[in-house]
T-cell receptor, first 113, second 112 residues
Framework: NAGVTQTPKFQVLKTGQSMTLQCAQD?????MYWYRQDPGMGLRLIYY???????DKGEVPNGYNVSRLNKREFSLRLESAAPSQTSVYFC????????????FGPGTRLTVL | QKEVEQDPGPLSVPEGAIVSLNCTYS??????FMWYRQYSRKGPELLMY????GNKEDGRFTAQVDKSSKYISLFIRDSQPSDSATYLC????????????FGQGTRLTINP
């Protein structure tokens, strides 16, 4: 039981490049989330998926797109990376929007030059 | 103004001390309150969860919510070096976890 896994762990991009961050969970959870964590800002929600087949914007969605590929997988895409997107990205999953526990992955450290 | 405010610290205390970590929030609709612990270069993990006002105890940890003053606290008794981490408070209202708002996190170091 791996919990929530994320790939890659580290990535360096040049401005304008694109990439996809992958996330998978093996806990049969309905809800999945993408957060970014920046110094002094805490965690901020980028996008979430309440269930398979649905996605919605969070607090900071601009510059990102997501795909809920199936119940297990939720990917985050940066179409044209900008230095402001340098951050640590965390994927999380939970049984539902109204449950108390979100389980986080180990994070992806992204630097955009 | 951020909806959840937390002193980023850092906070450094000797082993065995009682630690008090605090947050304030501004949204009266918040009903669910959580504390997450995040070790260096790891993802956050849920430590404590409370609904509405009151206290909740789990081993050496006590979470306290005072909705009248919009104050959230986490107390750690008999602190251990393994408690050294960043602690994040978080809260949301009845709309659900998609509206979860995190504080900035407080970095705590317990010195042996």
């Amino acid at each position: 039981n791996a919990g929530v896994t994320q790939t890659p762990k580290f990535q360096v991009l040049k401005t304008g490049q694109s990439m996809t961050l992958q996330c998978a969970q093996d806990m049969n959870h309905n809800s999945m989330y993408w957060y970014r964590q920046d110094p002094g800002m805490g965690l901020r929600l980028i996008y979430y998926s309440a269930s398979e087949g649905t996605t919605d914007k969070g607090e900071v969605p601009n510059g990102y797109n997501v795909s809920r590929l199936n119940k297990r997988e939720f990917s985050l895409r940066l179409e044209s990376a900008a230095p402001s997107q340098t951050s640590v990205y965390f994927c999380a999953s939970g049984e539902g929007l109204y449950t108390d526990t979100q389980y986080f992955g180990p994070g992806t450290r992204l630097t955009v030059l | 103004q951020k909806e959840v405010e937390q002193d980023p610290g850092p906070l450094s205390v000797p082993e065995g001390a009682i630690v008090s970590l605090n947050c304030t929030y501004s949204n009266s609709a918040f009903q669910y309150f959580m504390w997450y612990r995040q070790y260096s270069r790891k993802g956050p993990e849920l430590l404590m969860y409370t609904y509405s006002s009151g206290n909740k105890e789990d081993g050496r940890f006590t979470a306290q919510v005072d909705k009248s003053s919009k104050y959230i606290s986490l107390f750690i008794r008999d602190s251990q070096p393994s408690d050294s981490a960043t602690y994040l408070c978080a809260s949301h209202g009845s709309q659900g976890a998609q509206k979860l708002v995190f504080g900035q996190g407080t970095r705590l170091t317990i010195n042996p």
